[in-house]
């Protein structure tokens, strides 16, 4: 049996004397591993490990293997009291060195929680921290709920970048050599008064995250095919859709759905249907939706869990099958539907192949649901990493 080794782990370091260091820790926990208060949910299923308790003997946490991931991220959450302890110092820049040996498989991602963190190291001192504060006066991290909102997207973005093998964002300075960014392709009507958000949650990315854009009537070229770089653009974004009144009637938003799924990208549903629709285009299943708000940052978030679970999931899925020795037919990093048979006839059965296995994560899909894809096909089989020991000998 080949030996498993877990796609990405995140170690969280802060000081045992730093108060909430506890609760940001377990914010981030149930962000990127799971959220214990709803044990059924579909998680990010990411492994999470905390260090904080100074080890046995040691005025330091214990260290951290960096043999046990194929990436491995360590946030720190740089306080006072991590700033005052030399030891803690110490043990950061420690694993900073060791970081910076793979650069492209391990990351330090120091957060500053105290305005003296920028200065702690020597070695830190050139990298661009997560930052906790804001330049606006209304936007003071006088409150737990308000850090959260300030790390989880750079978090979510840089932890993207680095199963995509992209450069860090935060140290990108020279336009010149900078790597693609995550894209969010917005999709949207012109016929009704959704296009108007649209453009304002367009305006609030390019203006206030490091991600990017792609907005049909800005980003098309003229002279370039309409067609052809729609269809580019939704095979290299991740879509988030406007659903409005009028998203249904119109043929390129539902070219863009359809580009995307075949292309297994991320998909956010932003439900801002006003009066009704004549018809719910059914291609818009099987993706999380958020009521539109005027709530942009958490579309973004949203979002970002998406691209970072679809990521993740793919890796994981492959490096389990691979430790059982298993050849799957295809790997979804969303819950299979009947859309997916459209690809799975096509692509067909193997020489010599009985059946066709297809593996999806966990949760696995009730029985009804099930039975529905079985009546279309029974040539194929549909397992999750719960289910897939009972198809090994």
Not at 80 to 89: L, W
Not at 123 to 147: A, E, P, V, Y
């Amino acid at each position: 049996m080949k030996e498993f080794l877990t796609p990405l782990t995140v170690y969280i370091v802060w000081h045992p004397d730093y108060s909430e260091g506890q609760q940001i820790a377990d914010f981030l926990y149930s962000v990127l591993c799971r959220d214990s208060s709803k044990p059924l949910i579909r998680s990010m299923g990411i492994p999470v490990y905390f260090r904080n308790t100074k080890a046995e003997s040691k005025n330091h946490p214990i260290a951290i293997d960096f043999t046990e991931s194929e990436f491995t991220t360590v946030i720190a959450l740089v306080s006072d009291e991590f700033v005052i302890d030399k030891e803690y110092g110490n043990y950061l820049e420690t694993i900073f060195d060791e970081c910076n040996s793979i650069s492209d498989k391990r990351r330090v991602y120091p957060i500053a929680i105290s305005k003296n963190a920028f200065n702690f190291s020597t070695k830190l001192s050139h990298i661009n921290f997560i930052r906790t504060q804001s330049n606006s006066n209304d936007c003071k991290i006088d409150t737990k709920g308000n850090i959260f909102n300030q790390i989880k997207s750079p978090v979510l973005h840089e932890l993207c970048r680095l199963l995509m093998n992209m450069k860090k964002a935060t140290d990108e300075t020279d336009s010149l050599t900078i790597s693609p960014p995550i894209k969010l392709f917005i999709s949207h009507s012109k016929h009704d008064e959704s296009k108007l958000d649209a453009v304002r949650f367009r305006d609030y990315i390019n203006s206030q995250t490091q991600l990017k854009t792609f907005f049909d009537t800005n980003d098309i070229a003229y002279g370039s095919n309409f067609g052809d770089e729609i269809k580019k653009a939704a095979h290299e974004s991740a879509l988030v859709v406007f659903q409005s009144d009028s998203y249904a009637d119109r043929e390129w938003c539902r070219i863009e759905v359809l580009e995307a799924k075949s292309a297994g990208c991320p998909i956010v549903i932003v439900n801002a249907v006003q009066n009704g629709e004549k018809r719910v285009f059914p291609y818009l299943g099987n993706y999380p939706s958020i009521r539109f708000r005027n709530n942009f940052l958490d579309i973004i978030d949203l979002t970002l869990e998406q691209v970072l679970f679809n990521l993740y999931t793919k890796m994981f899925l492959d490096s389990l099958t691979g430790m059982y020795g298993i050849k799957a037919d295809r790997i979804l990093s969303t819950s299979p539907e009947l859309f997916n048979f459209i690809q799975l006839k096509a692509q067909g059965l193997n020489e010599g192949e009985n059946f066709g296995l297809v593996v999806y994560p966990d949760p696995p899909l009730g029985s009804e649901e099930m039975e529905i894809l079985n009546k279309l096909d029974g040539n194929f089989i549909f397992i999750t990493p719960l289910t897939l020991p009972l198809i090994i000998k």
